[in-house]
C-alpha cells in the first residue's frame, strides 16, 4: 500500500457531514508511515471545505468526478478537462427531447450556474446565492467541468438507464446521489480511475499498490481499477457489484478498520 485514494460523501463524510476521529487518525497515520493518500470526489473544488476542517488535509484532491485535480495547499486548479459548450448544449438538447422537465446546471472551474427552474422544488435557497437564469446564456466558453442534469419522479437507476444509451457517446455520465435524481456529466473518457490513475503514476505508483474506497456508482471505474478497492457495506448495489472486497460500512468506520489492518500488515512486512 503506496497510495491510499478514497471518495468522500457516504465514504468518510456522513449524512450529518462528520468525518470520523477514527477516521482521521487513520489517514493521519498512513501519512505519518510514507504512503500518499489522495481524495477523490464529485465534489467541486469548492466544497472540500471537510477536508480542510476536520482533517487538515494539505494535499492533492481529484474532484468533479475526475475532470479537476485541486491542490489544497495553494488553493489553486492544478489541471482541468472541460466539456467543449456545443457538446454541453448537444447533450441538453437530447435530454430535453427525452424528459423536457429536466433542469440542468453547471460546475465550471470557477462557479456553479444553472436553469433556474434547477433550484425547484428542493434548492430554493440556490437562487440567492448563484447565477442563474439558461445555461446556454450563462456558460460561454468549454470551462465546464461537471454537466448536471436534475428531475423529479424518476429514480436514479430509471433516468441514467433512459438518458445514458443517448449522450454517452458524447460525455462520461454517472451518477452518486441517494436522495435526489441527479446525472452527473464529465468530459467524454474522463471518470474517477483516469485522473487517479494519472496521478499515481506521477508519484510512480501502479496499481496493484492503490487501496481505493468509494460508494457510489461514480466510484465504480475507480474500485475496478485499484489494486484492492473497497465498496463501502452501506453503499451502492452498483459498487458493492463492483468489486469483491467490501469495507465495513460508515457508520462502523470501515475505511479506517480497513486502513488500520493494512497499516498492521505494513509494520509486520517492515
Request: net charge negative; proline share 5%; hydrophobic share 45%.
Amino acid at each position: 500500500m503506496r497510495l491510499v485514494a478514497s471518495d468522500i460523501d457516504g465514504t468518510i463524510l456522513d449524512r450529518e457531514g462528520r468525518i470520523s476521529e477514527r477516521t482521521a487518525r487513520a489517514f493521519a497515520a498512513c501519512e505519518a508511515a510514507g504512503i500518499a493518500v489522495v481524495f477523490v470526489t464529485g465534489r467541486p473544488a469548492r466544497w472540500l471545505t471537510p477536508l480542510i476542517d476536520q482533517l487538515g488535509h494539505k494535499g492533492t484532491v481529484i474532484c468533479s468526478n475526475g475532470a479537476l485535480v485541486y491542490d489544497l495547499a495553494t488553493m489553486s486548479v492544478v489541471a482541468s478537462q472541460g466539456i467543449p459548450r456545443h457538446t454541453m448544449l448537444e447533450v441538453r438538447d437530447i435530454i430535453r427531447g427525452l424528459f423536457p422537465e429536466s433542469a440542468f446546471a453547471a460546475e465550471t472551474t470557477s462557479e456553479f450556474v444553472m436553469d433556474t427552474s434547477y433550484a425547484y422544488p428542493r434548492h430554493l435557497h440556490l437562487l440567492d446565492q448563484v447565477r442563474h437564469g439558461d445555461v446556454a446564456d450563462l456558460v460561454t466558453g468549454d470551462e465546464v467541468v461537471k454537466f448536471m442534469a436534475k428531475i423529479e419522479g424518476l429514480t436514479p437507476e430509471e433516468y441514467f438507464d433512459a438518458v445514458a444509451p443517448h449522450v454517452g457517446h458524447l460525455v462520461s455520465v454517472t451518477h452518486s446521489a441517494f436522495d435526489v435524481t441527479l446525472l452527473e456529466m464529465a468530459p467524454l473518457g474522463v471518470n474517477k480511475a483516469v485522473t487517479l490513475a494519472e496521478y499515481a503514476h506521477t508519484l510512480g505508483i501502479p496499481p496493484e499498490e492503490v487501496v481505493a474506497f468509494g460508494d457510489m456508482p461514480n466510484d465504480v471505474e475507480m474500485l475496478s481499477w485499484a489494486g484492492e478497492g473497497y465498496a463501502m457495506s452501506s453503499g451502492h448495489p452498483q459498487a458493492l457489484a463492483a468489486t469483491e472486497l467490501h469495507a465495513p460500512g460508515i457508520e462502523d468506520d470501515g475505511v479506517a478498520q480497513v486502513l488500520e489492518r493494512k497499516l498492521a500488515e505494513v509494520r509486520r512486512a517492515g
